[in-house]
């Protein structure tokens, strides 16, 4: 209680200019300078294109994996999910005869299935999130095999393959990215400005709360492990095209490179914090880093330190910080016991 | 601490009603079911040979499994698993490189000692920071991995470069059945005992069904915790050191990806995932179970494109298990409880 | 109460610092687009990216070793990229990467033809020449496919070292790589057509085809699985190099050992073991130093603008002589050598 009343009255500026997310934007935009100084190319449109092409899947993923976390829950099938899609999709195209169009339609609708398939599992039987994804990893990566076996389907129309790379006149932007732009605002509104949002808040800090404060706590988890799903699936038609191939295999491990990213942009794992902006830094902060490290010719396994580094680095330094903090703050209460109990001796 | 207060409970029920009713008993009987079936449909599937591959297949992942067990039954996780058992097969064919003459057991010892430094750094981090194991071994499992490939390179030790001795290990059998298997067995045993009947094992159990209530109860929490993940460390590495023998090369790739198929044996080995309850004789069949799987759709000729999904419905089935297990027991605590008044 | 003040919190400087960087990456755009090209022209005659399936992989390295040889001596300078697992998706980074060097040749070995195709065409615009090596691409993504040997041959190969074994009948099967790799199912393809017409083979049945993904472990797990559905399994055929050697140590240290012929495509230092203990016979391989060199050296050809990758054109390749490019812009390097325990002190790699 007192401690809140002391960060209050320290200025809510500072605290804005220090809060985690903003700190990760400081590190990307200096990662952004140092590395167009330093780094040979990396100062160029393509930079732009290739960049935000590569982090695409991640950063989509990642707006409804955040809102999965900050209820308190976790959805570790969203890369298999894109995988079945992507299979089914392959197969859709090369047997059924059906257009594109529909094509597409219907392989949405494997991430609308297997968003509420988890979605019931957790909600309906009351099973752990975690247990019933790693399970569910395993199902749809195996049912996208099933599904289209060993086989690559590769024969999409050339166009759609070139519509998914094109870039926006000459900025190097890619037309993905509007895409993109509707998924992260569509996700920051529902979180931030609705009281569906703050039920998923408040979710996560404690489900008994949230019930008693009128959430209805099973409707607002199914629909997001659904919301996860039809994100996925989106990535898993992405992919295929980008790919300009459909296989059981797209996507495979994307799961955790979304949840560090998630991690990293400030999403606390016991859920109820964390937030919309942070989470598009933390993927950018990750992407960028990659990008500009094999630029500079870094070796391959440096960069995996680094991923891991940071992770762990961005979720300790907070209890190491909060630790100082309390030291300091002990400290200085001991200091004034000690002062007040002296002056107290000195007058009694 | 309920499971503190009931454990002296334990031995008053009939041994004959707490066999039947134990965890490990549906898993035991997928397997067995999993077996005969396979085996009416080929009956190669036990021939000597092929019993004896079943064996050594599963016993790397039984160590993993029993590993990863002790740290789940504590509300934790290792992801890093993978890495660590690479580090450790490489370690061991760098050692034999270097000395190509050091006893059996010595690379054993090191190999222990290697797993066990990387799982306290999970442990360390874990305990201190106050961060959800999952996230802090994701982290790890990065870090580890990255160091593993710049250690490597492209070097890889194959099996040749190895004394014969180390290799027989995974060939010779007493009494039919794998040297290493038997060690897997003595493990998971030993393992096993530790966790029933010696007070710092229960408290693992207490610590992952309250950690709150453990540390009140007394328990040293932290230690405890740091501990566990120590030891699954040293079993993970020892486990390095056995695939080293099995197989023919380890390098840079050696072990990745492994983390989650040994959550899943230990979550079909119905471990809860949010720790207190589960053993580490379930996880074990669990991780045998899963394993044998794969040889079994080999040897039914099923469509090895179905192996994957099969795991991923066992999984769900023993957590849905779990959880009607865990509704009926609450709900005949509550009648008893009703009863008593 | 507290709950809403974090998340309005975070909003708005979130957003603040959003737009920050939106801004600074499209200036990042605007302000360097003049600064591309210019490159590091130095005094090396061009640039030359070689992509191999995956690092850290010994075949690889001797492919790449060789390489980087004719590298220097076409005074190009060599970078080796990729990732560190074989998968398709994970290449295209990589080609991104070269391509934005402005790169002159890209010297790939695919993980799958069709994947790495739109990243490789954005790579051809930015006027880099595409040599593909070990492994093809679709033939509409790069300008010359230099191949190991006629693809044709090493399937032969195989099929006669395993026919010589087994005594000219009984059930084979193939142990292959990724379901997906070119090479791999382009000999396989070879050798059932073999099977089917050539009379030598008539009484050979190829019984199954497994895939252990140029993975220790599961090729391990494939070959059992392999000798214990097929009771009857004369012997096995591995067209790669971790399949035969995985292969080779089940079998050496099952009750297979000697009742099972194993042949394929391996490495010398990796098989030597087997070969001295009876296991392997006799296995083949090409050099596999030579396809990095002459792949070089095609790629400077294309850039000279010597070559474009057409039918019949031909191109100098250092030591080992005059190429000439076939049907389809595929050149090849040489035959394949055959392996056993008289030759294979011989051979270092």
């Given at each position: 209680?007192?401690?809140?009343?002391?960060?209050?009255?320290?200025?809510?500026?500072?605290?804005?200019?220090?809060?985690?997310?903003?700190?990760?934007?400081?590190?990307?935009?200096?990662?952004?300078?140092?590395?167009?100084?330093?780094?040979?190319?990396?100062?160029?449109?393509?930079?732009?294109?290739?960049?935000?092409?590569?982090?695409?899947?991640?950063?989509?993923?990642?707006?409804?994996?955040?809102?999965?976390i900050?209820?308190?829950?976790i959805?570790l099938?969203?890369?298999?999910?894109?995988?079945?899609?992507?299979?089914?999709?392959?197969?859709?195209?090369?047997?059924?005869?059906?257009?594109?169009?529909?094509?597409?339609?219907?392989?949405?609708?494997?991430?609308?299935?297997?968003?509420?398939?988890?979605?019931?599992?957790?909600?309906?039987?009351?099973?752990?999130?975690l247990?019933?994804?790693?399970?569910?990893?395993?199902?749809?990566?195996?049912?996208?095999?099933?599904?289209?076996?060993?086989?690559?389907?590769?024969?999409?129309?050339?166009?759609?393959?070139?519509?998914?790379?094109?870039?926006?006149?000459?900025?190097?932007?890619?037309?993905?990215?509007?895409?993109?732009?509707?998924?992260?605002?569509?996700?920051?509104?529902?979180?931030?400005?609705?009281?569906?949002?703050?039920?998923?808040?408040?979710?996560?800090?404690?489900?008994?709360?949230?019930?008693?404060?009128?959430?209805?706590?099973?409707?607002?988890?199914?629909?997001?492990?659904?919301?996860?799903?039809?994100?996925?699936?989106?990535?898993?038609?992405?992919?295929?095209?980008?790919?300009?191939?459909?296989?059981?295999?797209?996507?495979?491990?994307?799961?955790l490179s979304?949840i560090a990213a998630v991690l990293l942009?400030g999403v606390s794992i016991f859920?109820?914090?964390?937030?919309?902006?942070?989470?598009?830094?933390?993927?950018?902060?990750?992407?960028?880093?990659?990008?500009?490290?094999?630029?500079?010719?870094?070796?391959?396994?440096?960069?995996i330190i680094v991923t891991g580094g940071l992770l762990v680095l961005s979720v300790v330094s907070p209890s190491v910080?909060a630790w100082?903090?309390?030291?300091?703050?002990?400290?200085?209460?001991?200091?004034?016991?000690?002062?007040?109990?002296?002056?107290?001796?000195?007058?009694? | 601490?309920?499971?503190?207060?009931?454990?002296?409970?334990?031995?008053?029920?009939?041994?004959?009603?707490?066999?039947?009713?134990?965890?490990?008993?549906?898993?035991?009987?997928?397997?067995?079911?999993?077996?005969?079936?396979?085996?009416?449909?080929?009956?190669?599937?036990?021939?000597?040979?092929?019993?004896?591959?079943?064996?050594?297949?599963?016993?790397?992942?039984?160590?993993?499994?029993?590993a990863q067990?002790l740290v789940i039954?504590t509300r934790n996780v290792d992801l890093s698993v993978g890495a660590i058992?690479?580090?450790?097969?490489?370690?061991?064919?760098?050692?034999?490189?270097?000395?190509?003459?050091?006893?059996?057991?010595?690379?054993?010892?090191?190999?222990?000692?290697?797993?066990?430094l990387l799982g306290s750094i999970n442990g360390m981090l874990v305990t201190s920071a106050k961060v959800p194991a999952l996230v802090i071994t994701l982290g790890t499992l990065y870090i580890f991995r990255g160091v593993?490939?710049?250690?490597?390179?492209?070097?890889?030790?194959?099996?040749?470069?190895?004394?014969?001795?180390?290799?027989?290990?995974?060939?010779?059998?007493?009494?039919?059945?794998?040297?290493?298997?038997?060690?897997?067995?003595?493990?998971?045993?030993?393992?096993?005992?530790?966790?029933?009947?010696?007070?710092?094992?229960?408290?693992?159990?207490?610590i992952?069904?309250?950690p709150?209530?453990?540390?009140?109860?007394?328990?040293?929490v932290g230690?405890?915790v740091l501990s566990a993940f120590i030891?699954c460390g040293?079993?993970t590495?020892?486990?390095?050191?056995?695939?080293?023998?099995?197989?023919?090369?380890?390098?840079?790739?050696?072990?990745?990806?492994?983390e989650l198929?040994?959550v899943?044996?230990?979550?079909?080995?119905?471990?809860?995932i949010f720790g207190?309850?589960?053993?580490?004789?379930?996880?074990?069949?669990?991780?045998?179970?899963?394993?044998?799987?794969?040889?079994?759709?080999?040897?039914?000729?099923?469509?090895?494109?179905?192996?994957?999904?099969?795991?991923?419905?066992?999984?769900?089935?023993?957590?849905?298990?779990?959880?009607?297990?865990?509704?009926?027991?609450?709900?005949?605590?509550?009648?008893?409880?009703?009863?008593?008044? | 109460?507290?709950?809403?003040?974090?998340?309005?919190?975070?909003?708005?400087?979130?957003?603040?610092?959003?737009?920050?960087?939106?801004?600074?990456?499209?200036?990042?755009?605007?302000?360097?687009?003049?600064?591309?090209?210019?490159?590091?022209?130095?005094?090396?005659?061009?640039?030359?990216?070689?992509?191999?399936?995956?690092?850290?992989?010994?075949?690889?390295?001797?492919?790449?070793?060789?390489?980087?040889?004719?590298?220097?001596?076409?005074?190009?300078?060599?970078?080796?990229?990729?990732?560190?697992?074989?998968?398709?998706?994970?290449?295209?980074?990589?080609?991104?990467?070269?391509?934005?060097?402005?790169?002159?040749?890209?010297?790939?070995?695919?993980?799958?033809?069709?994947?790495?195709?739109?990243?490789?065409?954005?790579?051809?615009?930015?006027?880099?020449?595409?040599?593909?090596?070990?492994?093809?691409?679709?033939?509409?993504?790069?300008?010359?496919?230099?191949?190991?040997?006629?693809?044709?041959?090493?399937?032969?190969?195989?099929?006669?070292?395993?026919?010589?074994?087994?005594?000219?009948?009984?059930?084979?099967?193939?142990?292959?790589?990724?379901?997906?790799?070119?090479?791999?199912?382009?000999?396989?393809?070879?050798?059932?057509?073999?099977?089917?017409?050539?009379?030598?083979?008539?009484?050979?049945?190829?019984?199954?085809?497994?895939?252990?993904?140029?993975?220790?472990?599961?090729?391990?797990?494939?070959?059992?699985?392999?000798?214990?559905?097929?009771?009857?399994?004369?012997?096995?055929?591995?067209?790669?190099?971790?399949?035969?050697?995985?292969?080779?140590?089940?079998?050496?240290?099952?009750?297979?050992?000697?009742?099972?012929?194993?042949?394929?495509?391996?490495?010398?230092?990796?098989?030597?073991?087997?070969?001295?203990?009876?296991?392997?016979?006799?296995?083949?391989?090409?050099?596999?130093?030579?396809?990095?060199?002459?792949?070089?050296?095609?790629?400077?050809?294309?850039?000279?603008?010597?070559?474009?990758?057409?039918?019949?054109?031909?191109?100098?390749?250092?030591?080992?002589?005059?190429?000439?490019?076939?049907?389809?812009?595929?050149?090849?390097?040489?035959?394949?050598?055959?392996?056993?325990?008289?030759?294979?002190?011989?051979?270092?790699?």
């Amino acid at each position: 209680m007192s401690k809140a009343i002391t960060t209050n009255s320290r200025g809510q500026w500072s605290r804005r200019l220090i809060g985690h997310d903003a700190v990760i934007f400081y590190i990307l935009i200096s990662v952004v300078i140092i590395s167009m100084v330093t780094v040979n190319y990396f100062a160029s449109t393509l930079t732009v294109g290739f960049l935000l092409i590569q982090v695409l899947p991640i950063l989509l993923i990642a707006m409804p994996m955040a809102l999965v976390i900050v209820s308190g829950e976790i959805d570790l099938s969203v890369a298999s999910t894109a995988g079945l899609t992507s299979a089914t999709m392959g197969v859709l195209w090369r047997d059924s005869g059906l257009d594109i169009g529909t094509v597409m339609a219907l392989s949405l609708l494997v991430g609308v299935l297997c968003g509420a398939f988890n979605g019931f599992l957790i909600t309906t039987l009351g099973l752990p999130s975690l247990a019933v994804t790693i399970g569910t990893l395993a199902l749809y990566r195996g049912l996208a095999l099933v599904v289209i076996g060993d086989q690559k389907v590769a024969s999409f129309p050339k166009e759609l393959n070139a519509f998914v790379l094109s870039k926006i006149g000459n900025t190097g932007i890619p037309v993905m990215m509007i895409f993109a732009l509707i998924v992260i605002v569509f996700f920051a509104v529902l979180l931030h400005f609705t009281p569906f949002g703050r039920g998923l808040y408040a979710l996560g800090y404690s489900p008994q709360a949230a019930t008693f404060v009128g959430v209805r706590v099973g409707h607002a988890k199914f629909w997001m492990f659904v919301a996860t799903g039809i994100v996925s699936s989106m990535v898993g038609i992405f992919l295929t095209l980008r790919l300009a191939s459909a296989g059981p295999d797209n996507g495979t491990g994307l799961e955790l490179s979304v949840i560090a990213a998630v991690l990293l942009g400030g999403v606390s794992i016991f859920g109820g914090k964390g937030n919309i902006p942070g989470v598009v830094g933390g993927v950018l902060l990750i992407g960028t880093l990659t990008y500009a490290l094999r630029l500079a010719k870094v070796p391959e396994t440096a960069l995996i330190i680094v991923t891991g580094g940071l992770l762990v680095l961005s979720v300790v330094s907070p209890s190491v910080i909060a630790w100082g903090k309390e030291r300091i703050r002990l400290n200085r209460v001991h200091r004034e016991v000690q002062g007040q109990s002296a002056s107290g001796i000195t007058r009694a | 601490m309920s499971t503190v207060t009931h454990a002296p409970a334990v031995p008053r029920s009939s041994a004959f009603k707490r066999f039947f009713t134990a965890r490990e008993i549906p898993v035991a009987g997928a397997l067995i079911a999993l077996i005969v079936v396979t085996y009416i449909i080929n009956p190669r599937f036990l021939s000597p040979q092929s019993t004896k591959d079943l064996m050594l297949n599963a016993t790397i992942m039984v160590i993993l499994a029993v590993a990863q067990a002790l740290v789940i039954i504590t509300r934790n996780v290792d992801l890093s698993v993978g890495a660590i058992l690479g580090l450790a097969a490489f370690g061991t064919g760098t050692v034999f490189d270097m000395f190509p003459s050091i006893p059996l057991v010595l690379i054993f010892v090191i190999g222990m000692i290697f797993g066990g430094l990387l799982g306290s750094i999970n442990g360390m981090l874990v305990t201190s920071a106050k961060v959800p194991a999952l996230v802090i071994t994701l982290g790890t499992l990065y870090i580890f991995r990255g160091v593993l490939s710049s250690w490597a390179g492209s070097k890889q030790y194959f099996s040749g470069d190895n004394p014969k001795a180390f290799g027989n290990l995974s060939v010779d059998t007493l009494v039919g059945i794998p040297i290493i298997t038997i060690i897997a067995v003595v493990i998971t045993v030993a393992v096993a005992m530790f966790m029933s009947s010696v007070r710092s094992g229960r408290d693992l159990y207490a610590i992952g069904s309250d950690p709150d209530a453990a540390r009140l109860f007394g328990i040293p929490v932290g230690g405890r915790v740091l501990s566990a993940f120590i030891a699954c460390g040293a079993l993970t590495g020892l486990a390095g050191v056995l695939y080293a023998s099995r197989y023919n090369s380890v390098g840079a790739l050696t072990g990745s990806g492994i983390e989650l198929d040994v959550v899943a044996a230990v979550v079909v080995g119905g471990v809860a995932i949010f720790g207190g309850s589960g053993t580490v004789a379930g996880a074990a069949i669990g991780a045998v179970l899963l394993s044998t799987i794969t040889g079994a759709l080999t040897a039914t000729r099923v469509d090895k494109f179905w192996q994957q999904a099969i795991v991923g419905v066992l999984i769900l089935a023993a957590i849905i298990i779990d959880r009607v297990v865990s509704l009926r027991r609450a709900r005949k605590l509550r009648v008893n409880e009703a009863k008593n008044v | 109460m507290k709950l809403f003040s974090t998340s309005s919190r975070g909003g708005r400087i979130g957003s603040i610092a959003a737009i920050a960087t939106a801004v600074a990456l499209a200036a990042t755009g605007c302000a360097a687009t003049n600064g591309d090209g210019s490159g590091d022209g130095g005094d090396s005659a061009g640039t030359i990216a070689f992509l191999p399936k995956q690092l850290n992989n010994p075949y690889t390295d001797v492919v790449l070793g060789g390489g980087e040889e004719g590298a220097s001596a076409i005074g190009y300078d060599s970078e080796v990229l990729g990732p560190l697992e074989a998968s398709a998706s994970a290449q295209i980074p990589f080609i991104e990467q070269a391509t934005q060097q402005g790169t002159n040749v890209i010297v790939i070995a695919a993980n799958d033809p069709d994947a790495v195709g739109p990243a490789l065409q954005t790579a051809r615009e930015a006027g880099a020449k595409i040599v593909a090596f070990d492994s093809d691409t679709n033939p509409d993504y790069r300008d010359i496919f230099i191949s190991q040997v006629v693809a044709k041959d090493v399937a032969l190969i195989q099929l006669e070292i395993i026919s010589e074994q087994i005594g000219g009948a009984g059930e084979i099967a193939i142990l292959s790589a990724t379901a997906t790799a070119t090479n791999q199912n382009e000999w396989i393809k070879f050798m059932e057509e073999e099977l089917e017409s050539n009379p030598d083979y008539a009484e050979i049945k190829l019984v199954a085809k497994v895939y252990g993904d140029d993975d220790a472990d599961k090729s391990f797990q494939e070959t059992q699985g392999l000798l214990s559905s097929y009771p009857d399994l004369a012997g096995i055929i591995s067209p790669t190099t971790v399949g035969i050697a995985a292969a080779a140590k089940y079998i050496s240290t099952s009750n297979y050992k000697g009742q099972v012929a194993l042949t394929g495509l391996g490495l010398p230092n990796e098989m030597r073991e087997f070969v001295k203990d009876g296991t392997v016979q006799e296995f083949a391989l090409w050099d596999p130093a030579q396809l990095g060199y002459v792949a070089a050296f095609a790629g400077k050809a294309l850039v000279d603008g010597t070559i474009t990758g057409a039918e019949g054109d031909t191109f100098d390749a250092g030591d080992m002589g005059e190429i000439t490019v076939g049907e389809n812009g595929v050149a090849i390097v040489g035959p394949p050598t055959r392996f056993n325990a008289d030759n294979i002190d011989e051979y270092d790699f």
